[in-house]
């Protein structure tokens, strides 16, 4: 059982990992079309979509290192606004 659980811990670090690196290539391929729209004022074809899949993706991919983590992602608008 110990062995199952440092497996899926694993599992979840990696898929962590892979999130962050889709986020950073997000960044890198916004910046990138940026500069060819406005600098090289050509179009872009497949950047807007793998920004928003490779989001979406990180989205899904990411939540199990969140849960290993026991995080949430919420917004605390209101308890700081009474608070």
Do not use: E, K
């Not at 079309?33 to 989001?55: A, K, P």
């Amino acid at each position: 059982m110990d062995r199952y659980v440092r497996g899926i811990t694993l599992l979840s670090q990696l898929c962590g990992v892979f999130a962050a690196a889709l986020i950073a290539a997000s960044v890198v391929i916004v910046c990138q079309m940026v500069f060819v729209r406005y600098v090289l004022n050509q179009t872009t074809i497949w950047q807007t979509d793998f920004v928003t899949f490779s989001i979406v993706a990180a989205t899904f991919i990411g939540s199990p290192y969140l849960l290993l983590n026991r995080g949430h992602v919420n917004v605390d608008v209101l308890p700081l606004y009474l608070g």
